[in-house]
């Protein structure tokens, strides 16, 4: 479980690049729950998720995971209990090094490393076993270095190494936005059975409507870093795109975007 | 020959030097410049605790330990205090001129008839040639060197240090310190450096206080012309790369000073090798993306 409190960040104070980038963000996500982040351009979703990850500590409020206080521990830390993908199909891999040594420094994450070698024998072939999983012809190449390989591989092996050993919270950075549509579904789709076969909490920041409607069981809509809408249980399974579309509209009129901002809206979304 | 013997020698000496830049450049992507402070500090140990009586394998030993320790700091103040590498390494070098000439006492300390590990190394009993026996043991020791470092990095410390230098955000995500790496791998690269310094040292006769100047691009040059040579590829063979890149440089410098090359224009010419071997790939690529044959 995940308890998020009062959390408050402002970036580049007294400046005149002054952002209120999240302004006390509260929320509980239950163990098991796979939670969708929506919201427009600087909403604050990617600063929530960030903000959990520990790449910045916030001004105010505390962040707990299963009971423990992560809020004051640092990224490496706090990465025992977290599994992260990104949106940059280059950030979550190692490119000179190859594919089994990917794997080897995932199977380690958040545990000590010492002098044994990285490569033993046992581990390749769970590696050749796992990798072949992904049914993308990968396991032939280990001994290949991963940045040869197309950014929906780097992501899917991101995806396999980040869960490896099962995080207690999994965060996907809009995982697939820099993915063309068709390997962006293939990649929705080994996200949904990772995260339905371990039962993984789950955290996904995402721009795509149809994701938020066939994914996870909760939708979180932030604006001006503040959740507006928490859509859960009965209402998350009859949502469909054209409601979450509205509720943007909505969003739009009460806080008055200039009319720019919704051209955007409508040519992102619909 | 001697002339062709003493070449090679000094370019396997100096490829310690260049497995230290290695680290620090390869895998770190660091201009890490406290190497021309550690290899200064390394001979200067060396020779003032082995004119005090101390035996040389010790000296030696404690030259790296030195080297180690200056490696540390320059790391922690580049990732704790968050100034800026080559800073860093500059505070650092310019610090370690002062507490060189603390250690020797003087700028300049010679090895007169002292026990030196070059002199043990001459000495071994079945090769009637001094300094081919002194060339043999120096091969022997950094080949090995070559092999420890290469399997060190094989290791799962190893493998995180080399993550460290080529994806930080992904290797943090993994639960890696990436300062913690940056320094360790800082430490390791000067002591390389500084053992470098403290064989010279006893090779040469002497420890100066102004023998670093220079020594890092000398390093740098030698890991790029291994890299050329090798033609990139694992870790392995850029550690092979490096070591033969440092004797093939030796040698070119050798063959040009005694082709009549001023010996003052050395440091210039490295320094021009260098940046044209920095600059070329970049503008191979520049070429290519205008569409140009580039062969």
Known sequence: MIEISNIKKVFNPGTPNEVLALDD???????????????????????????????????????????????????????????????????????????AENLALAVRRGAKRGL????????????????????????????NPIGKLSGGQRQALTLLM?????????????????????????????????????????????????????????????????????IKGADKRVIKASDLLAMFDDIRKKEQIDPSASDMLRENYI | ????????????????????????????????????????????????LIVSGMNPLSATLIAMAGGFVAGTLTGIIHTKFNINGLLAGILMMTALYSVNLHIMGKSNLPLMSQQTLISLAGDIGFIPDNDTAVLLVILAFVALTGVALHLFFRTNLGTAMRATGNNPQMIRALGV??????????????????????????????????????????????????EAIIGGGSVGMLIIGSIMGSVIFRLLVAVALRLGMNPNDLKLITALFVFIALVLPYITKKMKKRGVEVK
């Open chain 1, 25 to 99: 963000v509260s929320c509980t996500i239950e163990t098991g729950s796979f939670v969708i982040l929506l919201g427009t351009n600087g909403s604050g979703k990617s600063t929530l998720l960030n903000a959990v990850a520990g790449t910045f500590f916030p001004d105010s409020g505390t962040i707990k995971l299963n009971g423990t206080d992560i809020t004051n521990m640092q990224e490496h830390q706090r990465a025992k209990y977290i599994g992260r993908v990104f949106q940059n199909p280059c950030s979550g891999t190692a490119p000179d090094m190859s594919i």
């Open chain 2, 177 to 226: 310190n990436t300062g913690l790496m940056i320094t360790l791998g800082l430490g390791m690269a000067n002591a390389l450096i500084a053992l470098s310094g403290a064989i010279l040292a006893q090779y040469q006769g002497f420890a100066d206080v102004q023998m670093g100047i220079g020594m890092m691009v000398w390093g740098l040059a030698s890991v790029i012309i291994g």
């Open chain 1, 162 to 230: 980040s869960t490896w050993i099962k995080p207690d919270l999994l965060l996907l950075d809009e995982h697939t936005a820099a993915l063309d549509p068709k390997t962006a579904n293939k990649v929705i789709q080994l996200t949904e059975s990772i995260v339905n076969k371990d039962k993984l909490t789950t955290m996904m920041v995402t721009h795509s409507m149809q994701q938020a409607v066939n994914l996870g069981d909760r939708i979180l809509m932030l604006h001006n870093g503040k959740i507006v809408y928490d």
């Open chain 2, 1 to 48: 020959m001697s002339l062709l013997i003493g070449a090679l020698t000094i370019g396997l000496i100096l490829s310690l030097l260049a497995l230290g830049m290695f680290i620090s450049f390869k895998i770190y992507n660091f201009a890490d410049i406290t190497a021309e402070g550690s290899i200064t500090l390394g001979a200067s140990i060396a020779a003032a």
């Open chain 1, 116 to 143: 044994g070698a990285a490569l033993n024998r046992g581990d390749m072939e769970e590696f050749r076993k796992k990798v072949k999983s992904l049914n993308m012809g990968l396991e032939e190449r280990l001994a």
